[in-house]
C-alpha cells in the first residue's frame, strides 16, 4: 500500500473532533456503500438449515440477466448510539442517493435521538460517492445543511483505509454474517434481513427500500462549485471541511 503522508496524524484528527462531538451530545456518523447485491435466486456463501429433502433451489452463477435488479445499501452508523440506518438503493450509487440516505437517518432516527443537536459529524472514505472529489456530495451536504440548520462537519478516512471505517466491522460485517447462507430472492427479503441484524452489545439497525432514480454523470458549473458554503481547515482541507446552515 502506498505511503500517505499524514495518515496516522488524520486517524487521530478524526478521534479527537469525534470525542469532542460526543461529549457535547452532538451525534457523530460513520457512512458508506456496502457491497452490490444481485436480486434473486442466486447460491451464496455460507449454509442455511431446512428440512432434510427441502433444499432451496438457486442458480449457481450470479449472471446479471438473470436477476430481478440489484441491491445497493448505503448504511449510516450512530457511534453513540450504536444503531444504524440502512437505504437499499435501486438505482445507482451517486452523492445523491448518499445524502438522501443521511438524511433518511436523520428524519427517522436522528432528529429524535437528538433534538438539541446543532452540527453532524460524519465520517467517510475518501472514495465512492460520498468521497472527498465529489462536488455533488458537497452541494447536496450543503442543502442538507440548510433543511436541517445543522452545521455538517466531514472527516475522510485517508487513501486506501476503509477498512477502518467504523461501519465496516459494526454494522457491514455484522449484516454479511446475518444473511449468510440465504438466497437475496426479493428486495422485501434483503430489507428484512438488514432489518433483522442484532448483535450481542445491543445493536439496532433500521432499513426501507429507497426506489428513488438517482441520476449519473451529473456535472456542476463552475458557479455552482463556487456556491457551494463550505470551509476547509487549515489541516489537510481535502478532508476535513464543513458546511454552514
Not at 456496502?34 to 442466486?42: H, I, S, T
Not at 440489484?70 to 448510539?81: N, S
Not at 442543502?143 to 436541517?148: D, E, G, L
Amino acid at each position: 500500500m502506498v505511503a500517505v503522508p499524514d495518515r496516522d496524524a488524520q486517524f487521530r484528527h478524526i478521534h479527537d473532533l469525534a470525542a469532542v462531538f460526543l461529549a457535547a451530545g452532538d451525534p457523530v456518523v460513520s457512512v458508506d456503500t456496502k457491497k452490490k447485491e444481485l436480486v434473486g435466486a442466486f447460491e451464496r456463501d455460507g449454509r442455511e438449515w431446512h428440512p432434510k429433502g427441502q433444499p432451496v433451489e438457486v442458480n449457481a452463477y450470479a449472471f446479471p440477466h438473470l436477476a430481478d435488479g440489484k441491491a445497493i445499501p448505503y448504511g449510516v452508523y450512530d457511534l453513540a448510539g450504536n444503531s444504524a440506518w440502512v437505504s437499499v438503493g435501486i438505482d445507482h450509487d451517486t452523492s445523491q442517493f448518499a445524502v438522501a440516505s443521511i438524511g433518511r437517518w436523520w428524519d427517522e432516527m436522528g432528529r429524535e435521538k437528538y433534538p438539541k443537536a446543532r452540527r453532524l459529524m460524519i465520517t467517510a472514505d475518501c472514495g465512492g460517492s460520498n468521497g472527498n472529489r465529489p462536488w455533488l456530495w458537497k452541494l447536496e451536504l450543503a442543502a442538507f445543511a440548510v433543511r436541517t440548520g445543522l452545521e455538517i462537519v466531514v472527516c475522510h478516512l485517508p487513501p486506501g483505509t476503509s477498512k477502518w471505517n467504523k461501519i465496516e466491522h459494526r454494522l457491514f460485517s455484522q449484516i454479511s454474517v446475518n444473511w449468510r447462507g440465504r438466497p437475496l430472492t426479493t428486495y422485501a427479503t434483503i430489507v428484512s434481513l438488514i432489518a433483522n441484524t442484532t448483535t450481542t452489545t445491543g445493536l439496532v439497525v433500521r432499513c426501507e427500500l429507497d426506489p428513488a432514480d438517482y441520476p449519473t454523470k451529473i456535472q456542476l458549473t463552475r458557479a455552482q462549485r463556487e456556491s457551494v458554503p463550505i470551509e476547509r481547515e487549515a489541516f489537510h482541507g481535502e478532508w476535513n471541511y464543513r458546511s454552514f446552515r
